[in-house]
């Protein structure tokens, strides 16, 4: 069992900026991926950033390339989100998830062993 942590979330305005983390309990393998998701109500949890515990390979979607950046930590066993220039479509709840080996699909939530519990974040107008 792998137990993950989220914190960081908050209200901020247009344009501003928050740092989200994520402490996990332990690493899986150095080839599965951290991720983080994100869902509105009635709507889906959708994709939003990933990384591996090794090398440098990162995954975004399009709607947040260039604005938030996916980081860790090995020794912390943290995972980190840094989300700028933010706008009001990014409100939401935002989870973290690890998976249980590398191979699974980073895009999906079934690709995921392991979920947080989320922390909302508002972008006021």
């Known amino acids: 069992q792998v137990q993950l942590v989220e914190s960081g979330g908050g209200l901020v305005q247009a344009g501003g900026s928050l740092r989200l983390s994520c402490a996990a309990s332990?690493?899986?393998?150095?080839?599965?991926?951290m991720g983080w998701f994100r869902q509105v109500p009635e709507k889906e949890r959708e994709f939003v950033a990933a990384i591996r515990w090794s090398g440098s390979r990162t995954a975004y979607a399009e709607s947040v390339k260039g604005r938030f950046t996916i980081s860790r930590d090995n020794a912390k066993n943290t995972v980190y989100l840094q989300m700028n220039s933010l706008k009001p479509e990014d409100t939401a709840v935002y989870y973290c998830a690890s998976q249980d080996w590398g191979g699974s699909s980073w895009y999906e939530e079934r690709g995921y062993a392991y979920w947080g519990r989320g922390t909302q974040v508002t972008v006021s107008s």
């Open positions: 332990r690493r899986t393998y150095s080839t599965a991926a």
